[in-house]
């Protein structure tokens, strides 16, 4: 890229205020959804430009919004090398603010996620999706390395990948601190950046009851349930006690997000209970709150309309 405009000739192009993000990964990883989701941050998104043509756009005009630019395997003239120069030269010009973020996600999960849609892998049309997936990330090995910001997407919903986004490349909002509450299942591991785990797997488990068993924590009779045992309420109270002192801390030190986890054995009953229950009792109290339930979405995601054909029978909370 040796016609890139010399960052001392065109000081006003980019500043330190002017942040600047380069995404690629591989086909399949989230670079779609990574790029819509910049661009409801207030990003200007611009997909699959061609390399060569990146030096026009930066000598244009100075551009009023940040920029999100998408970049992989299918740009016209892309090949390693050509990536990596336009990285130097990209970060020569923006400075500090340019970040490039790589979204990964394990083969495997490629390869399911290509068998689930029925599309052709970009770098092998006429052969399986996986000699593609191979080839690909042979080429992007060396672009990976180069990775300010790396965000495997292998075990995240499309939900999950825009809040870790959020957290990177959102706007912070001064006058909030913004609380995630979210379930999970200890069957499918922890969640990335969860800044409090609490386990939940030591009360009453409403698999054991035919009756409660198909339902979930968000059904009262489930929540009921769960209050029956004597421990509950006052383990209720008392995360609610330190959630409550860590939140003006938290903001005080300028943190944007803070995220609280529940797990249990399949994050389909105590785990919501207990994530419904804080999230109720903190927006009572003014605080900006979100909730997900990663178990739940997902199996929703796999029952709905174009998902797999066969969901996962592992996500009640089937054992102690």
Request: some cysteine; overall charge negative.
């Amino acid at each position: 890229m040796d016609d890139l405009p010399d960052p001392s000739t065109v000081p006003e192009r980019f500043n330190a205020l002017t942040p600047l993000v380069l995404i690629t990964g591989p086909s399949g990883a989230g670079r779609t959804t990574a790029i819509h989701a910049l661009e409801d941050f207030g990003y200007e998104a611009i997909d699959n430009l061609p390399l060569s043509l990146l030096p026009r756009l930066l000598a244009g005009p100075r551009p009023e919004r940040p920029l999100a630019l998408g970049i992989d395997v299918r740009n016209r003239d892309f090949s390693t090398q050509a990536l990596i120069e336009a990285i130097d030269g990209l970060g020569a010009l923006a400075g500090n603010p340019m970040q490039v973020l790589y979204l990964d996600a394990e083969a495997d999960t490629l390869v399911r996620r290509y068998s689930e849609t029925r599309r052709r892998h970009p770098l092998a049309p006429e052969e399986s999706a996986a000699m593609g997936i191979t080839r690909e990330l042979d080429l992007l090995g060396p672009i990976r390395a180069r990775a300010d910001v790396l965000i495997d997407t292998s075990e995240l919903s499309p939900h999950d990948l825009r809040a870790e986004l959020s957290r990177w490349f959102a706007a912070p909002d001064d006058a909030s601190l913004s609380v995630l509450v979210q379930s999970f299942s200890y069957k499918r591991g922890l969640p990335r950046n969860a800044d409090l785990v609490l386990d939940c797997r030591f009360l009453r488990n409403p698999h054991w009851d035919a009756d409660l068993r198909a339902l979930d924590g968000r059904d009262p009779a489930v929540d009921a349930y769960i209050a029956a045992d004597e421990r509950a309420e006052e383990f209720r109270d008392r995360i609610l006690s330190l959630v409550r002192f860590l939140l003006p801390a938290y903001k005080n030190e300028g943190k944007s997000y803070l995220t609280v986890a529940f797990g249990c054995t399949g994050g389909q009953h105590r785990s919501v209970a207990m994530a419904e229950t804080l999230a109720r009792a903190l927006a009572k109290e003014g605080w900006p709150v979100s909730i997900r339930h990663r178990e739940l979405e997902r199996h929703a995601d796999r029952s709905a309309p174009g998902g797999p054909n066969t969901a996962s029978r592992d996500e009640g909370d089937g054992t102690q």
